[in-house]
């Protein structure tokens, strides 16, 4: 049940999607809105894949206009990243899109699915962000 649920939730974000921008891009604007002025070799590790390859993905998020880079201002040879103010507006406008998708099915629950639905996304939300928290605090100290 839950793998038919993570699917049928895709397909929902697929209809609300206007995204410019692939699976892989998306998470690295997700993980630059949590994380401002994260190095490349951190948001390499953040994403199980390699420093050039980021790198790569991270020229074409910048040519976009979603992604700004800056040289960070104790080590010239770091490059520092962070979301560009029309990153943010495409990450805004994106959870607007999914936020009116999934309240259509929403609307179409009795109260009490509701209710039933929104204390186990709350106990599920507060485990991935401990999980996410720990494996950032790891990545962290690895690359110190």
């Known amino acids: 049940m839950t793998a038919t649920a993570a699917e049928l939730l895709e397909v929902l974000w697929g209809r609300a999607s206007t995204a410019p921008a692939s699976v892989s891009q998306m998470r690295v604007l997700l993980i630059l809105e949590h994380h401002e002025h994260i ?20 020229d074409r998020l910048h040519a976009a206009g979603l992604v700004e880079r800056e040289v960070s201002p104790t080590d010239r040879r770091e490059v520092r990243l962070r979301l560009s103010s029309r990153g943010r507006a495409l990450l805004a406008d994106l959870r ?6 999934v309240q259509d099915v929403l609307d179409r629950m009795s109260p009490a699915d509701r209710h039933a639905l929104l204390h186990g996304l709350e106990a599920f939300c507060a485990v991935v962000r401990t999980q996410i928290h720990e494996n950032t605090e790891e990545s962290g100290s690895q690359t110190a």
């Open 39 to 58: 190095n490349l070799r951190t948001l390499a590790t953040l994403l199980a894949s390699t420093p050039p390859s980021t790198s790569r993905l991270c």
């Open 96 to 101: 607007e899109r999914r936020e009116r998708t």
